[in-house]
């Protein structure tokens, strides 16, 4: 039974436009989270993360908002860029350990020029 | 290199074939994981090394054997494999598993196909 889940396979925005990606997720117990992005025969990356204690996070164009009695979190990207076109991940966890992440199936984000 | 490194990037086997997946990372971190990605599926923890000892092992089955020599280095032997065992094996690193919000780090992947 997944316990965090992307609903949206595929994603496509006109360049310069707002991307959402969501994310939901059934565990309340968990506290920490987490986007990755991943490019073609890359390994996936860090992206940007957001604590419980928190609603949203910005890094840059990058914006991460936390829906707790939702259990939901979305990623805004704005703009978007073509080279943000890539595979982004959604992943929770309680907050004590690495080894208790959980990952979605991903979102496949296509940024037209 | 910097980073985390793992070889081989593509690998094709047969079901008897005995076959080794290697990981090093340079980021001085304590603790290397493996993943298994496959597609449509969320990625799987596999094991965890925390400190060279493993501390996970997620119910996977024994043809997978995986072995930490050091903090630096992790490999996953593999034999007697089944095609659904086709997937993407990514490797990862984080300072220590047991801090709160500890990122990982991510190796390549190994892509894997068995016959």
């Known amino acids: 039974d997944q316990q965090v889940k992307q609903n949206s396979p595929s994603l496509s925005v006109q360049e310069g436009r707002i991307s959402i990606l969501n994310c939901d997720y059934t565990?309340?117990?968990?506290?920490?989270f987490l986007w990755y992005k991943k490019y073609p025969a890359e390994g996936p990356t860090f992206l940007i993360s957001?604590?419980?204690?928190?609603d949203k996070n910005e890094d840059g164009r990058f914006t991460v908002f936390l829906n707790k009695s939702a259990k939901h979190l979305s990623l805004h990207i704005v703009p978007s860029q073509p080279g943000d076109s890539a595979v982004y991940f959604c992943a929770a966890s309680r907050q004590t350990g690495a080894n208790n992440l959980f990952f979605g199936t991903g979102t496949r984000l296509t940024v037209i020029p | 290199e910097t980073g985390v490194t793992q070889t081989p990037r593509h690998l094709v086997m047969g079901m008897t074939n005995k076959k080794s997946l290697k990981c090093e990372q340079h980021l001085g971190h304590n603790a290397m994981y493996w993943y298994k990605q496959s597609a449509k599926k969320p990625l799987e923890l596999m094991f965890v090394?925390?400190?060279?000892?493993?501390?996970e092992n997620n119910s996977v089955p024994s043809r997978f054997s995986p072995e930490c020599p050091n903090s630096s280095h992790l490999f996953l032997h593999l034999h007697t494999l089944q095609p659904e065992d086709s997937a993407l094996y990514l490797c990862?690193?984080?300072?220590?598993?047991?801090?709160?919000?500890?990122?990982?780090?991510f190796g390549s992947g190994t892509q894997l196909s068995v016959l």
């Open positions: 565990n309340s117990m968990f506290d920490y």
């Open positions: 990862a690193s984080s300072l220590d598993p047991g801090q709160d919000n500890e990122k990982l780090f």
């Open positions: 090394y925390n400190f060279k000892e493993q501390t």
């Open positions: 957001i604590s419980s204690i928190k």
